[in-house]
Nanobody, 127 residues
């Protein structure tokens, strides 16, 4: 059974950095593209970054690549999302998701096509 569990969210000050984790179990890599979405209050869920293919290439949504870094630990099946220079507009619930069907940049646009979701971790950026 596939399970995605996020952690690392919290209340942080603007300008700080944060490292989110997604521990994946039951997922056979590289058969799934895994990454992160986020949903800000009152907004639609949007793709942030993912490992989008079997080669482990990373993909970022437009404007995300400069402050967001996705990485992974293949030994422990953990996917990380590091966020630098946090801004109030980064306040959102961050979700880990996996898809066996979608890959690459297309994965970032298919929030309604993911096979598995975590429950999310809330990041609040406020002074």
């Amino acid at each position: 059974q596939v399970q995605l569990v996020e952690s690392g969210g919290g209340l942080v000050q603007p300008g700080s950095s944060l490292n989110l984790s997604c521990t994946a179990s039951g997922v056979t890599w590289p058969h799934y593209a895994i990454g992160w979405f986020r949903q800000a209050p009152g907004k639609e869920r949007e793709g942030v970054a993912c490992f989008g293919d079997s080669s482990g290439n990373t993909y970022y949504a437009d404007s995300m690549e400069d402050r967001f870094t996705i990485s992974r630990d293949l030994t422990n099946y953990v996917v990380y999302l590091q966020i630098h220079n946090l801004r109030p507009e980064d306040t959102a619930v961050y979700y880990c998701a996996a898809s066996a069907k979608y890959s690459g940049y297309y994965w970032l646009t298919k929030s309604n096509g993911m096979d598995y979701w975590g429950k999310g971790t809330l990041v609040t950026v406020s002074s």
